[in-house]
């Protein structure tokens, strides 16, 4: 019996080390993150969360927050995850986010900003 305690502990050690080495983004997904926030940030677009409009500053701000979280729980460990877990819908209410910029059409926040990465990706040396 204490074999099978002392088995099961060291697994649980050792799938909470594999965990905390998965949780830590790279450097360059670190800047991609980053530079997506930014760009939200720096747009003049604007941010429709669970029904109500807000500037590109205000957004920026909330999915640093967003990111936080994730990167605290290894949840946002690539710029897709952070896309996907954080900035793609509310964690309260459900609904998509979308993003405004001009008289252009509203599209989900995802859409927008994997376009985003696509051109950062493009553009980097």
Known sequence: MNA??????????????????????????????????????????????????YAAAQAQEHLRKKLAYLRKRGLADTAEL?????????????????????KAAATTSAAWLQAKLVQLRAAAP
């Open 4 to 53: 099978n305690l002392a088995i099961a502990a060291l697994s649980l050690a050792l799938l909470g080390a594999a965990t905390a080495a998965q949780a830590a983004p790279s450097p360059q997904a670190e800047r991609e993150t980053e530079r997506l926030i930014q760009a939200l940030g720096q747009s003049g677009c604007q941010f429709e969360r669970n029904g109500s409009w």
């Open 82 to 102: 952070f896309i996907e877990r954080g900035a793609s819908q509310s964690s309260f209410s459900g609904q998509p986010y979308h993003v405004r910029c001009g």
